[in-house]
Nanobody, 114 residues
């Protein structure tokens, strides 16, 4: 059974940095592209980043481009967030598709506030 476990959220001041982690069990993440989404109350879920195998074709939403990156290792994918803004406040989710089934992490809250 595939499970994704996220960690790393928290409260940070504007301009600060956070790193989210998404670790899998049941699959080895290095063989999968995966996505980071975020959801803010009252807004639709937003695709923030697509992290590709090997990292050469990663894609980021315009709202985070140049501030977020998605390093990865054998079984963990990260979302390194810098120059954070209040509008980055959201619950962040990682997502992977395995054998045509989508799996989600439990979500981690990021709050950017002074």
């Amino acid at each position: 059974q595939v499970q994704l476990v996220e960690s790393g959220g928290g409260v940070v001041q504007p301009g600060g940095s956070l790193r989210l982690s998404c670790t899998a069990s049941g699959i080895t993440l290095m063989f999968y592209a995966m996505n980071w989404y975020r959801r803010t109350p009252g807004k639709q879920r937003e695709l923030v980043a697509t992290i590709t195998i090997g990292g050469h074709y990663d894609h980021y939403a315009d709202s985070v481009k140049g501030r977020f990156t998605g390093p990865r290792d054998h079984n963990t994918v990260y979302l390194q967030m810098s120059s954070l803004k209040p509008e980055d406040t959201a619950v962040y989710y990682c997502h992977v598709t395995h054998l045509q089934t989508g799996y989600w992490g439990q979500g981690t809250q990021v709050t950017v506030s002074s």
